[in-house]
């Protein structure tokens, strides 16, 4: 959301007008109590339709008593952007479910059930890095479903845009903008209000859009008003007094007994929805001790939750009018819980929640690993390595021009230019990769046939022969030239990356020690042997990198990244990294990557599959001579024969598009691309990678915002993507160019 700093005449105007106290007294005319119930969303209505309601974790027969469950006949595997239907078979391989009703079904209410079954997800699709097309929606261009089917009445329209509007003021975004937040009796007048919001998503009686938003107005009130505090587990800090409101709540109601249902009080679609509530749980346990603790109470399991499977506790407080149709259909959906199993441990529950949704929790787990990891908290912000005398902070190389974003242009123009380039890097360093294999084999086998200072000439003359040769080095200065009203020398730091961090990358020295500086370092807690009694919520959640980092970059695809909003996931995946090079150095990272190749090799495996199937079914089309007039040939292996393999309509023996091309349907840049590299998460990871250096060695003034938002300085994040910048290329799976 656009900030009110980017205007500072406006944000100076509703300072000057006292805006959050004016807000507060807003807040209580527009939330008061009202006598009529409120009603749930419209999907309700179709619930009696919904067979799917009882495959929900609740309602399934447990097998051997082992608290299992076990799934009834017909079930439905469900996928982003589409439903599939999966039916058990008989002995005789016959369905079971087969019947003329089920092909009878009114056209509308298998709309309706589409759009409730996409948003009973049961995850973020692990592999959509490897999709290519845009039917398979990922965690980068969803906006949820609830959010294009539902209406507002003006009351909610009200409550929203006073919410939008404490939101967009408490925004700050680097240690300038909170500074000025701070000035003043801001933090007196915003402290009531933000109380109020809270007991507000205590209640769990609005709707799913205000609880959205008030969530990211609490999100930036503890963000600015703890940044700096020395003791944040003191009574007075919004932390302590906000998680005293809510923390038990989060976690009790929005991570153990939420569901993804939508239209109930519990329910965390959309994602957008999820992605709020993990927000806020991150800025409630970020770097305080007693909230921290208390989560590791319910992990470890010494909280009794049994109480969550009463339908009085489950139902919120203000109790709503159920429209469905079908009074059994009502009973069964006021049973709890219903996404999880009776006695499940809460820290199934929450893993289960981390793992299925990385990308939404992100922020949560950027949390966790930085209250968790001694010796990365810093006390100043730091553009290189390694400190010195002459150091500065970082926030002093800003001018107030520098510090205006890109309100108009820049971003679209910018991602376009990043995705070119990454995609042209990836088919550079796998051509150039091959041609140093085709070597290889030729010094070990000098009969063999392929020539290899020929291969070589060739590819260099090749339409990569241009950027054959380019480094590591070349491409992050490419990377530097992404658009931005500034020129590169206009800037705040001209010399981005410098002498050391050309050596990391070129190979010329090692990991450096990842960490400030002892001087520089800022303990986590205000009592430092506090670290030592996490010890159980570190162990139980941060033991398996690896995963994190798999779970939050397989939704993302590089193809389809048209803005910042999860570049965040980029940089908490270089915190999993910079947290295992700080504990166990740079042999760690590669331990890391080894895992995670395990992992990849998953996606791989069916990708490859994939296009063995689609490379065997041309074959046997082309047998079979099934190619009508006009049809053309949709296979990169159609080309390899120098021949036209469909029909035109007047009768040639060569299409058109042979004649023009060479080939019958010529495939775009991203469709050979997905062809021949699309299945390895390696390629995507760096992909990701040029985005992230694209974006902050333009946009630099984000740099602070990196710092105001994690505490650990740029330089350290940096050293480690360069890393990895370096290291990835020798993971890249085999390509099927």
């Known amino acids: 959301m656009l900030s009110t700093f980017f205007v500072g005449d406006v ?104 759009h409730l079954l996409s948003a009973m997800r049961p995850g973020e699709d692990k592999e959509a890095y490897r999709r290519p097309n845009s039917g398979h929606m990922n965690a980068d261009t969803e906006e949820g479903i609830d959010e294009k089917t539902h209406h507002h009445e003006a009351e909610t329209i009200r409550k929203l845009e006073l919410l939008r509007g404490v939101l967009e003021f408490l925004n700050t975004q680097d240690r300038f903008e909170c500074s000025m937040l701070q000035q003043g009796d801001i933090l007196s007048q915003a402290a009531p209000l933000a109380l109020k919001v809270a007991k507000m998503l205590a209640n769990r009686s609005e709707d799913s859009c205000v609880e959205t938003t008030a969530c990211h107005a609490l999100e930036g009130y503890l963000r600015c008003f703890s940044f700096g505090c020395v003791s944040r587990s003191s009574p007075n800090e919004p932390q302590t007094a906000i998680g005293d409101i809510l923390m038990r709540s989060i976690l009790e109601h929005r991570v153990y007994n939420a569901t993804f249902v939508p239209g109930l009080s519990d329910s965390l679609t959309p994602s957008k929805r999820i992605e709020s509530v993990f927000s806020l749980l991150g800025e409630l346990v970020r770097y305080h001790y ?106 002093e190389s800003l001018s107030s021009s520098s510090r205006i974003g890109d309100i108009v242009t820049g971003y679209p123009h910018r991602f376009s230019y990043i995705t070119a380039c990454s995609r042209r890097f990836v088919v550079v360093i796998s051509e150039m990769q ?123 695809n590089a193809e389809r990244i048209h803005g910042t909003g999860r570049l965040c996931v980029v940089t908490t995946c270089i915190l999993v990294f910079a947290r295992v090079a700080c504990l166990g150095g740079a042999g760690a990272v590669r331990g890391v990557l080894e895992k995670l190749k395990t992992l990849a090799r998953v996606g791989y495996e069916k990708w490859k599959k994939e296009r063995e199937a689609l490379g065997r079914g041309v074959k046997k ?56 590299y699309g299945g390895c998460f390696f390629r995507n990871m760096f992909r990701l990678l040029c985005f992230w250096v694209g974006h902050y060695g333009a946009c630099q003034r984000y740099v602070e915002t990196l710092f105001y938002c994690t505490e650990v300085p740029f330089a350290e994040l940096k050293s480690v993507m360069l890393y990895l910048f370096r290291l990835l290329p020798d993971y890249f799976l085999p390509d099927m160019a």
């Open 290 to 395: 007693d909230n921290l603790m208390l989560l590791q109470e319910y992990v470890i399991g010494n909280v009794e939750l049994s109480h969550l499977n009463d339908p009085a506790v489950t139902v919120s407080s203000h109790s709503r009018q159920l429209h469905v149709g079908s009074g059994q259909v009502e009973q069964l959906i006021r049973l709890p819980p219903l996404d999880r199993e009776e006695h499940e441990p809460f820290v199934r529950v929450l893993l289960r929640r981390l793992r299925g949704y990385g990308c939404d929790t992100n922020l949560f787990m950027r949390s966790l690993l930085l209250s968790l990891t001694p010796g990365l908290r810093s006390k100043i912000n730091y553009m290189w390595k390694p400190v010195t005398e002459a150091t500065v902070d970082a926030g």
């Open 11 to 114: 944000w100076r105007t509703m300072k000057e007008c006292k805006w959050i106290e004016v807000a507060s007294k807003f807040y209580d005319r527009a939330f008061q109590p009202r006598g009529d119930s409120q009603v749930l969303s419209p999907y309700l209505e179709q619930w009696q339709h919904m067979q799917e309601l009882r495959l929900l974790p609740r309602f399934l027969i447990p097998e051997n008593g082992a608290g299992e469950a076990r799934r009834a006949p017909k079930q439905r595997t469900i996928k982003r952007g589409y439903a599939a239907e999966k039916y058990h078979r008989n002995e005789d391989g016959v369905d079971d479910n087969s019947n003329s009703s089920d092909s009878e079904a009114d056209s509308d209410d298998e709309r309706e059930e589409g």
């Open 621 to 676: 089309r082309r047998r079979g001579d099934r190619w009508g007039p006009g049809r053309c040939f949709n296979d990169d292996r159609a080309a390899s024969d120098g021949q036209c393999h469909c029909k035109a309509e007047d009768g040639r023996l060569r299409c058109s598009a042979f004649l023009l091309h060479g080939h019958c349907k010529p495939l775009g840049a991203v469709e050979l691309y997905y062809r021949c």
């Open 434 to 556: 091959r041609m140093e294999k085709a070597l290889g084999k030729a010094v070990d086998a000098p009969t063999s046939t392929p020539d290899p200072t020929r291969a070589l000439e060739n590819a260099r003359s090749s339409s990569f022969g241009h950027i054959a040769h380019l480094t590591l080095w070349d491409m992050l200065q490419l990377l530097l030239r992404s658009p931005h009203r500034f020129s590169l020398e206009e800037r705040p730091f001209p010399v981005f990356f410098d002498d050391t961090d050309r050596a990391i990358v070129m190979g010329e020295i090692d990991l450096p020690l990842v960490g400030p500086p002892p001087h520089l370092v800022q303990p986590l807690f205000e009592k430092r042997d506090h670290y030592k009694s996490l010890s159980e919520l570190e162990k139980t959640l941060l033991r398996e990198p690896h995963e994190l980092v798999y779970g939050m970059l397989g939704p993302l």
